[in-house]
T-cell receptor
């Protein structure tokens, strides 16, 4: 089975400060991990992914995420938050050892960046 | 700029009516997904197709929902009969999978369904 947890419903951060949105996962094999962002009344947009290789993954809009196998985490980070980063963020996982499964999405974390 | 398209964008209907939602995946993608998003349940996977074959529809209420891909350029999601609890935003997404490795999914703009 595969699952993903986003422990925070909402994260508040001041503009210019670093931000972290947490994600932990559970799979039986090697994970494929993704982050998506959703702006109001829009579909989800891809930010970045980890398939294999370097544990630090860089993505769109200055976001990055670090894959930590021992902690089964894939936290999303940005060094300096912008008000325009305010949105709903989803982490997703797929077990690399199962051929038929689709991605499992987390429940989402609402990021609020205050000016 | 290739993108997933969905029609209609908004649909208001009365309970008991049939609803059909359509999706045109990005050309060349071999996986298609249907999701439902509500405030209470979040994002739920309804159906997953690979090379037009259904691989997983375990999240879909079988008695009233059906999903098909009549050809590579069209995916449909039907609800018959519709109920007020079906009110949600329905997203279609497409991507590809090669040698077991999935790409990112590209989401359409969604169909906002309201069942009165």
């Amino acid at each position: 089975a595969q699952s993903v947890a986003q422990p925070e419903d909402q994260v508040n951060v001041a503009e210019g400060n670093p931000l972290t949105v947490k994600c932990t996962y559970s799979v039986s094999g090697n994970p494929y991990l993704f982050w998506y962002v959703q702006y109001p009344n829009r579909g989800l947009q891809f930010l970045l992914k980890y398939i294999t290789g370097d544990n630090l993954v860089k993505g769109s809009y200055g976001f990055e995420a670090e894959f930590n196998k021992s902690q089964t985490s894939f936290h999303l980070k940005k060094p300096s938050a912008l008000v325009s980063d305010s949105a709903l963020y989803f982490c997703a996982v797929r077990d690399g050892d199962t051929g038929r499964r689709a991605l499992t999405f987390g429940s989402g974390t609402r990021l609020q960046v205050q000016p | 700029d290739a993108r997933v398209t969905q029609t209609p964008r908004h649909k208001v209907t009365e309970m008991g009516q049939e609803v059909t939602m359509r999706c045109q995946p990005i050309l060349g993608h071999n996986t298609v997904f249907w999701y439902r998003q509500t405030m209470m349940q979040g994002l739920e996977l309804l159906a997953y197709f690979r090379n037009r074959a259904p691989l997983d529809d375990s999240g879909m209420p079988k008695d009233r929902f059906s999903a098909e891909m009549p050809d590579a350029t069209l995916a449909t999601l039907k609800i018959q009969p519709s109920e007020p609890r079906d009110s949600a935003v329905y997203f279609c997404a497409s991507g590809w999978i090669i040698a077991g490795v999935p790409s990112e999914q590209f989401f359409g703009p969604g169909t906002r369904l309201t069942v009165l």
